[in-house]
């Protein structure tokens, strides 16, 4: 805890009690844009934050972030058949090259997207993931059980598709089905308002959760290369220090930035997927606040006195060297109440959903089909492994495992969740795009068989999304339709 020796004075001279404070009962309670702007005075920098307040809007979005991702996937498909694929083909394979001392290292730009930058979004995964552990409906894992074994149907059921339709890949591409985008399904479940009831979002969200746990094992255990025992001990010591530090109650983001660089330089060269350094360092971030939160109130009532005490309001701002001391100290401390994880949430989400996935989006859609038998595509058991596993094994996985809980009484559905809404989240299940990329450039050597893969995951995605809305709306008209011929019978 920060500490300052100040004189305390009285609470809320006269100058505090001229002020006409706004009512915040008045005040939305999910909006308080007005209270915040109250304070400001000029009028250029009440428009830029009611701006940056509508940016705030757009970016939290996750329709928004899932329509992004899905323009850059689309937008991909076009220049991956048009006159500028070569270009776009040699900028992916540019080499980044960096010199350290005599450590030099290059990757190709593509490489550092998919390894790199992806570990970041990993990280947003991992960060995630213990706030559901936290806080979340992981925290109760009788209430988490029922969605997290449907997950445990909609890996299985893909896989065994999979591997049915391609018994001499069995280890390879198997997981390319598995993986849900939990982007990408909420934002298009979010299309379906309140035909989706919110219990039904977060049973889905749980699952997909789940989902995002098992794909990072399945990634963590399979689709590494040969291990490098030294890089592996490296990796371990570099663990061992992020837990030193969050065991010494570190609460400022910047030393585990540089261990988590640190780790992914590592695991980069162990042989063990890169980008699972974000999950490993998010497990590491501190989840708490190093504030006594029960005392704030408290606190802040003394140094709101003794701002109100040092301030004059006939002199210049540079003047009161006080006041802006004082001000600048609760500001500090006041940083010090978001924990950790959160800040590194905040500092990294919009990054994540608008830059990094989008590119990751734009460079793993390039599917050239110019002078390529689509027949040809169309009849490889990848392909069909790959679509049929995701758009028949998910809904199927999901909703039979569903199924057999609640009818031997393990579990029961939650609240206004009926089986038409389970059926839409199997159907939404079948929406794998990052997890199922990522995997696909992992599992096969042969681009061509990449490029089948690539098709499956992007017509499957598009299926699955088509069919999950369409279902919905034919299903609530029905009903609907049933509800008024019972009423007029009545």
Not at 252 to 261: C, D, H, R
């Amino acid at each position: 805890m920060l500490n300052k020796t100040k004189r305390h004075t009285p609470l809320f001279g006269s100058a505090q009690e001229e002020l006409e404070v706004p009512d915040v009962s008045e005040l939305e309670a999910n909006d308080m844009t007005g209270m915040r702007l109250f304070i400001f005075d000029e009028p250029a920098v009440i428009r830029r934050l009611e701006q940056r307040s509508l940016f705030e809007d757009i970016t939290s979005n996750g329709t928004v972030a899932a329509a992004t991702m899905v323009l850059a996937a689309i937008l991909a498909v076009i220049v991956a058949n048009s006159p500028a694929y070569e270009l776009v083909e040699r900028i992916l394979e540019a080499e980044i090259s960096f010199t350290l001392g005599s450590i030099r290292g290059a990757i190709s730009f593509e490489g550092f997207v998919n390894d790199g930058l992806m570990a970041i979004f990993f990280l947003l995964v991992g960060i995630e993931l213990k706030y559901e552990m936290k806080v979340g409906q992981l925290r109760r894992p009788r209430q988490a059980a029922l969605p997290m074994l449907a997950a445990v149907g909609g890996v299985v059921v893909p896989a065994l598709i999979f591997i049915v339709l391609n018994p001499h890949d069995t280890d390879s591409g198997w997981a390319i089905p598995i993986a849900t985008d939990i982007a990408f399904a909420l934002g298009v479940m979010s299309l379906l308002g309140n035909r989706i009831a919110p219990e039904t979002k977060v049973f889905f969200q749980t699952l997909a959760i789940a989902d995002d746990i098992l794909a990072i094992v399945v990634l963590a255990l399979f689709y590494g290369q040969t291990p490098n025992i030294a890089w592996c001990g490296a990796s371990l010591a570099v663990i061992v220090v992020l837990a030193m530090i969050n065991g010494a109650h570190v609460y400022s983001l910047k030393p585990y930035a540089i261990a988590g660089v640190a780790l992914w330089v590592c695991m980069y060269n162990s042989g063990i997927h890169a980008t699972l350094a974000g999950v490993i360092l998010a497990f590491f971030l501190p989840a708490q606040t190093e504030v006594r939160l029960s005392a704030l109130h408290d606190w802040l009532d003394v140094w709101a006195s003794e701002l109100d005490d040092t301030y004059d309001d006939e002199a210049h701002v540079l003047g009161q060297h006080d006041f802006t001391d004082d001000a600048n100290f609760v500001e500090r401390v006041m940083h010090h109440v978001t924990p950790p994880l959160h800040r590194a949430e905040r500092d990294i989400s919009v990054v994540v959903n608008f830059v990094i996935l989008p590119l990751f989006a734009f460079i793993n859609a390039q599917v050239r089909l110019v002078g390529v038998d689509i027949g040809t595509i169309l009849s490889n058991t990848v392909t069909q492994g790959a679509f049929f596993g995701a758009v028949i094994g998910k809904p199927l996985g999901i909703i039979s495992v569903t199924f057999l809980l609640v009818r031997i009484g393990f579990a029961r559905l939650p609240r206004h969740v009926d089986w038409m809404q389970v059926t839409a989240v199997g159907i939404m299940g079948g929406l794998g795009f990052t997890m199922s990329i990522l995997i696909a450039g992992l599992a096969f050597p042969d681009p061509g068989l990449v490029m089948a893969a690539k098709c499956a995951i992007l017509v499957g995605s598009v299926t699955s999304a088509t069919l999950g809305i369409v279902y919905v709306n034919v299903a609530c008209a029905l009903r609907d339709a049933r509800s008024g011929d019972d009423s007029s019978g009545a």
